[in-house]
Nanobody
Framework: QVQLVESGGGLVQAGGSLRLSCATS????????MGWFRQAPEKEREFVAA????????AHADSVKGRFTISRDIAKNTIYLQMNSLKPEDTAVYYC?????????????????WGQGTQVTVSS
């Protein structure tokens, strides 16, 4: 069973940076596409970024493109979300997720395992 644990969230001023990490344990990590999603207060959870099982392909939501970068370190069983030029509208709980197929996806219902989330708060 795959377990996902996010870390790296916190409070940052607008324009600042944070790097989120998602450590995995359990089943072989390297075979799974992974994703980051976020949920702001009173809003639906939304896609942020996804990465293929090899790390060779990535996708980012338009709202974060050019500011956020997803990456993975297979040797460390960890994926990352580097967030730069943060804005108050980026405030949300950020979740990482694993998909138990080979195909990368931007659709949250296609993910099979989720972490508990980490809070990111951006002050203006």
């Amino acid at each position: 069973q795959v377990q996902l644990v996010e870390s790296g969230g916190g409070l940052v001023q607008a324009g600042g940076s944070l790097r989120l990490s998602c450590a995995t344990s359990g089943r072989t990590f390297s075979g799974y596409p992974m994703g980051w999603f976020r949920q702001a207060p009173e809003k639906e959870r939304e896609f942020v970024a996804a990465i293929s099982w090899s790390g060779g392909s990535t996708a980012h939501a338009d709202s974060v493109k050019g500011r956020f970068t997803i990456s993975r370190d297979i040797a460390k069983n960890t994926i990352y979300l580097q967030m730069n030029s943060l804005k108050p509208e980026d405030t949300a709980v950020y979740y990482c997720a694993a998909r138990f197929t080979r195909t990368m996806s931007t659709i949250q219902r296609e993910y099979d395992r989720w972490g508990q989330g980490t809070q990111v708060t951006v002050s203006s």
